[in-house]
């Protein structure tokens, strides 16, 4: 009877005791979701954080060690899966793209302060001639360094005072009772999707001294595309730079020291860190480092010698990018043009074409001097095992002193033949590359 009474008391204890557990334990109907979004985040997303993480914002201006920078995340997808051999030529436009899509999210954000900015000043005085107009404002002179025309914004303010001007031909613009109806029409302007995108596209197409300060590329298991992700930055160092390299200009220009230059990348090295970053050396010179890859198609040695040649070629093109030299929008004809187009209903992606178009020639003519290279060999991406040739081209204030024309052979300093890939780990389930940052 003891015994039974004892086992009756230790059953109701127990379930007291469970019962008093589920009624003190909270149930968190969101409790793992943090880390399924984790795990669902891409190489744009990780950009995005990466700037959080350092108290960062994108597109203003943040005060970094005293160095005004801004910068803005860009996305792409490479074309075709890793399996395929021309998986390396898509990761190129890939990355390109991705650059692209930071400049077109920052030109965006700009045009609007422009816009504001031009806006004001037909407000404040519309009819005035357009040197007061522009250089009595701070906020348009301060805006304008980032791109690479100085006149852009007058440019785009006498566009605007045009347009105005034609819309009130039959208007007295003289008249007190009439400024209502300039008002009206600087509004309308003002309003225009017509006059926005315009804004737009020319402060994307001048806009210089972007690097790829960072990236981020991830090839899930199971999806059919892998992802890339840029962080684009600039300071006025680099725009200074970018006008040096295009216009051949001697400027006294130093940083911090940094570390010695790398002059023998790994083949992870070489995939993490595609495109043109900055580099500081021990002496705080700034070099100019842009790295390309090139399928090679066959076994042979002509087959290499076209990769590296073409290698060569895409470095030294996204040096030209970094320069602002793709295009010439420096012409208020280009814009006019621009402007007309988006007024006659096009749509963006086709005026983006016509820009390309008229453009292309400009940039293959655009010789950029003291351009050398640091490294060149074979490499693979862990996800494609597919043979290229690699380049490593670099560009200083120092060697533009030095050269006389710009090196487009496919010379090396440096050949590494026998880069060893031989150890790099094939992708088995996710692959996720990552960069180091660079400097600036």
């Known amino acids: 009877m003891v015994k039974f009474i004892f086992l009756v008391m230790m059953i109701l204890f127990y379930f007291d005791n469970v019962t008093a557990q589920e009624e003190n334990t909270e149930i968190d ?23 959080k993480e350092k108290g960062w914002k994108e597109f203003i201006k943040n005060d970094v060690n005293g160095k005004e920078v801004r910068m803005a995340c860009g ?63 701070n906020d348009i002179i301060q805006a304008d360094e980032e791109t690479q025309s100085d006149n852009l914004f007058k440019k785009l303010y006498k566009l605007a005072n ?30 225009s999707s017509v006059f926005e995108k315009t804004i737009q ?106 990769a590296i040649k073409e290698a060569i070629e895409e470095a030294d093109s996204n040096l030209r990018l ?35 178009a008229s453009t292309k020639a400009f940039s293959e003519k655009a010789s950029i001097e003291g351009i050398t290279e640091l490294d060149s060999g074979i490499t693979m991406h862990p996800a494609n095992k597919v043979k290229a040739r690699f380049v490593v081209r670099k560009w200083s204030l120092n060697s533009q002193a030095d050269a006389s024309d710009a090196d487009f052979s496919s010379g090396s300093n440096n050949q590494n033949e026998n880069t060893d890939i031989s150890n790099e780990p094939s992708v088995q389930e996710d692959l996720f590359l990552e960069s180091e940052e660079a400097d600036f």
């Open 322 to 356: 970094f320069a602002g030299a793709q295009i010439s929008a420096n012409s208020e004809t280009v814009l006019k043009e621009i402007f007309e187009e988006f007024k006659s209903g096009k749509q963006e992606n086709e005026v983006q074409k016509k820009i390309n």
């Open 75 to 137: 996305r792409s997808g490479i074309g075709v899966a890793p399996s395929k051999k021309d998986f390396l030529s898509s990761r190129t436009v890939a990355f390109n793209d991705a650059l692209l899509n930071a400049q077109k999210r920052f030109s965006e954000f700009k045009s609007k302060e422009i816009q504001v900015q031009i806006v004001k000043q037909l407000q404040k005085g519309f009819g005035l001639d357009e040197k007061s107009a522009i250089e009595k404002n």
């Open 162 to 191: 045009n347009e105005v001007d034609e819309r009130l031909e039959d208007v007295d613009t003289k008249k007190a009772e009439n400024t209502q109806k300039i008002q009206e029409e600087i509004d309308n302007l003002a309003q």
């Open 201 to 306: 596209s020319a402060s994307q197409i001048t806009m210089n001294g972007l690097q790829s300060f960072k990236i981020w590329e991830e090839c899930k298991e199971g999806k059919k595309q892998c992802k890339v992700s840029i962080l684009a930055l600039r300071t006025l160092e680099q725009g200074n730079i970018a006008k040096a390299l295009l216009n051949k200009n001697s400027i006294n220009l130093k940083g911090k020291p940094g570390s010695p230059l790398i002059t023998d990348f790994t083949p992870k090295q070489v995939m993490a860190n595609i495109g043109v970053r900055i580099k500081r050396d021990e002496n705080g010179n700034y070099h100019l480092l842009s790295t390309a890859t090139s399928t090679i198609e066959t076994d042979s040695e002509l087959s290499e010698d076209i």
């Open 29 to 51: 109907p969101y409790a793992g979701l943090a880390e399924l979004i984790a795990a669902e985040e891409g190489p744009f997303e990780k950009c995005k954080d990466y700037i």
